[in-house]
C-alpha cells in the first residue's frame, strides 16, 4: 500500500509516524499488527540472523511507511529490492538472455538488478515497540 499516493496526494513521501495523522489511529494499529504477525511468522522461521537485514519482497515494499515501521517494530535494517515483484524480473531476465540481448543470465542479472534499498529502525521507536516485539532472534 502507499497511503500517501492514495490519500494524501500532497504528501509525497509521509514518514511513519504521519501515517496516524494522515489516517488515523485505527490504520496504524493494522499496521502495527501487521509487523507483529510477520514477526511471528520469523519466530517460527528460525528467527533473523543476528546483525542481518531482513529482505522483503511484495508489493507492500513499495509503501516507505510500511517499510519503515517494519523495520522500527522488528527492530532491524529491512531492504526491500527496487522492483518488488521478482517474478516478473526473473522473467524479464530469461527473455533478454533467450532473445540474445545479452550474453548469459549472468549477464541479465546485472544489467536489470539493481540493490536493496536500506530502511534502519529509529532507535527511539523501535523502543517504544520493544514490549510488543517477540523475541525473534
Same mark, same amino acid.
Given at each position: 500500500?502507499?497511503? !500517501?499516493?492514495?490519500?494524501?496526494? #500532497?504528501?509525497?513521501?509521509? =514518514?511513519?509516524? #504521519?501515517?496516524?495523522?494522515?489516517?488515523?489511529?485505527? *490504520?496504524?494499529?493494522?499496521?502495527?499488527?501487521?509487523?507483529? /504477525?510477520?514477526? $511471528?511468522?520469523?519466530?517460527?522461521? $528460525?528467527?533473523?540472523?543476528? $546483525?542481518?537485514?531482513?529482505?522483503?519482497?511484495?508489493?507492500?515494499?513499495?509503501?516507505? +511507511?510500511?517499510?519503515?515501521?517494519? %523495520? #522500527? @517494530?522488528?527492530?532491524?535494517?529491512?531492504?526491500? =529490492?527496487?522492483?518488488?515483484? =521478482? !517474478?516478473?524480473? $526473473? !522473467?524479464?531476465? @530469461? !527473455?533478454?538472455?533467450?532473445? &540474445?540481448?545479452?550474453? +548469459?543470465?549472468? &549477464?541479465? %542479472?546485472? %544489467? *536489470?538488478?539493481?540493490? %536493496?534499498?536500506?530502511?534502519?529502525?529509529?532507535?527511539?521507536? /523501535?523502543?517504544?515497540?520493544?514490549?510488543?516485539? =517477540?523475541?525473534?532472534?
Amino acid at each position: 500500500l502507499r497511503w !500517501a499516493a492514495r490519500c494524501a496526494p #500532497d504528501v509525497p513521501n509521509p =514518514p511513519a509516524e #504521519d501515517v496516524e495523522r494522515l489516517h488515523g489511529p485505527g *490504520m496504524l494499529r493494522v499496521i502495527e499488527e501487521l509487523a507483529e /504477525a510477520q514477526a $511471528g511468522l520469523i519466530l517460527r522461521l $528460525g528467527g533473523l540472523a543476528t $546483525g542481518q537485514p531482513l529482505l522483503v519482497t511484495g508489493g507492500a515494499t513499495r509503501s516507505p +511507511d510500511w517499510l519503515q515501521i517494519l %523495520a #522500527d @517494530f522488528l527492530n532491524v535494517e529491512v531492504r526491500a =529490492p527496487v522492483n518488488p515483484e =521478482p !517474478a516478473c524480473l $526473473g !522473467a524479464a531476465i @530469461f !527473455a533478454a538472455t533467450a532473445s &540474445a540481448e545479452q550474453t +548469459d543470465l549472468a &549477464a541479465s %542479472a546485472a %544489467a *536489470m538488478v539493481q540493490p %536493496a534499498v536500506p530502511v534502519r529502525p529509529r532507535p527511539s521507536v /523501535a523502543a517504544a515497540y520493544a514490549g510488543r516485539r =517477540p523475541r525473534i532472534r
